[in-house]
């Protein structure tokens, strides 16, 4: 049994997708769909997936409750919602209320695009992530390297909240720099409710000629900060495409990680931090 923790799907003619730009994103500018990626998947051992937001949209979420209704594939969703609106624990209890909303894992905000570093220790904010707790909900970090210090201030406040670090924390692989990155996700990983995904590796190294041995040096440092038991595989697909086909993502994961551990990394961390 293999779970694959982080993926997308999208439709254009539903909405765009407006951070696909750039002529080296122009392959992503297009539809994909859970039966894209089912054959995929499926040859590649997977048996259940977590589709993961895209946009700050709110009709996404009901939208990727719906898929996961009716697709075996798909067995949990990391929504969006307004995090800072203070009618969210009503929201998060509307939308276990639809089609598919017993699917509902987590949610997620693009941190990542948010000018303030430090939004996450925003007050509106801390009421959201509470709210998140409450619900027994997952929150999915998706930060770049100078917002994991926030990101750390956040989880101390939210010892009760389960926190999953996307992508590492987007670490400079193309460059071959750790630090400060990895001093920064040590001090998120000595929480122990702090949990990571080893997803999103190809598209922070070079997509043109990245070898396994660019990503072990980042691999090993979260293995060794987290723990096998506190990892999980995801293959970012589609976003990983122009840089790696999804069985060439989870070949490189497989070989980044021992025997040993690989029983946590594919499949039970997932499964247990996920409830799936």
């Known amino acids: 049994m293999t779970i ?5 799907v999208w439709d254009l003619s539903v909405r765009d997708q407006d951070w696909i730009t750039g002529p080296e994103l122009q392959p992503l500018r297009r539809n994909f769909t859970v039966e894209d990626l089912e054959p995929e998947a499926r040859a590649a051992g997977v048996t259940g997936t977590v589709l993961v937001q895209t946009v700050t949209v709110a009709e996404e979420t009901p939208e990727f409750l719906a898929l996961a209704d009716t697709h075996e594939l798909v067995v949990g969703v990391v929504g969006w ?13 509307r939308l276990r209320e639809l089609p598919g909303g017993s699917y509902l894992k987590g949610i997620r905000h693009q941190v990542q695009g948010e000018p303030d570093p430090e939004w996450l220790l925003r007050r509106d904010v801390h009421r959201g992530l509470t709210a998140l707790a409450d ?8 930060v770049r390297p100078h917002q994991l210090p926030a990101a750390v201030k956040a ?5 009760h909240l389960t926190f999953v670090l996307d992508h590492l924390g987007k670490p400079p692989i193309a460059s071959g720099t750790l630090d400060p990155w990895a001093t920064a996700v040590r001090s998120l990983a000595a929480l122990p409710h702090t949990f990571c995904k080893l997803s999103g590796m190809v598209t922070e190294a070079d997509p043109a000629s990245w070898t396994v041995d660019d990503l072990r040096p980042y691999a090993d440092t979260v ?10 595989f995801g293959s970012d697909w589609p976003v990983c495409t122009p840089a790696a086909t999804y069985g060439e993502v989870l070949d490189a994961t497989t070989r980044l990680i021992t025997p040993a551990d690989r029983t946590a990394v594919f499949e039970t961390t997932a499964t247990r931090v996920y409830g799936l």
């Open 155 to 159: 989880a101390q406040a939210h010892p």
């Open 4 to 8: 694959d923790a982080h993926h997308h």
């Open 81 to 93: 919602t307004d995090l800072t609106h203070p009618g969210i624990a009503d929201e998060l209890a």
């Open 135 to 142: 619900a027994g909900l997952v929150y999915d970090l998706i």
């Open 223 to 232: 293995l060794d900060a987290f723990g096998p038991d506190r990892l999980m």
